[in-house]
Nanobody, 121 residues
Framework: VQLVESGGDSVQAGGSLRLSCIAS????????MGWFRQVPGKEREGVAS????????DYADSVKGRFTMSQDYAKNTHYLDMNNLKPEDTSMYYC????????????????WGQGTQVTVS
């Protein structure tokens, strides 16, 4: 299993970005996945999670209404669309996969990407 994120960039407050998470070695429909972020010195926090089998989703309160997950099954890829970005969204963003249940807890995930940096000024 391999996850590769991309799409991070430096943007001004109010701007938008789309993060991609290309999965290989498994079908994205078969496990739940999550988006997480972490800044140095702080714990990794859950941003959003989805289980495609059930269609259930969860978003952190801090991103509700601004961030949206989507998928391209043909490309086995998850996306995180981030709108109205704020300076406090500045972080390294990770996608992860593994559990068979919806979770925003990093300890529930077995597979992680390398991360992509988002900087909002």
């Amino acid at each position: 299993v391999q996850l590769v994120e991309s799409g991070g960039d430096s943007v001004q407050a109010g701007g938008s970005l789309r993060l991609s998470c290309i999965a290989s070695g498994y079908n994205i429909r078969r496990t739940c996945m999550g988006w997480f972020r972490q800044v140095p010195g702080k714990e990794r926090e859950g941003v959003a999670s989805i289980c495609l089998g059930t269609g259930s989703t969860d978003y952190a309160d801090s991103v509700k209404g601004r961030f949206t997950m989507s998928q391209d099954y043909a490309k086995n890829t998850h996306y995180l669309d981030m709108n109205n970005l704020k300076p406090e969204d500045t972080s390294m963003y990770y996608c992860a996969a593994g559990p068979t249940f919806l979770s925003m807890r990093p300890s529930h995930y077995n597979y992680w990407g390398q991360g992509t940096q988002v900087t909002v000024s």
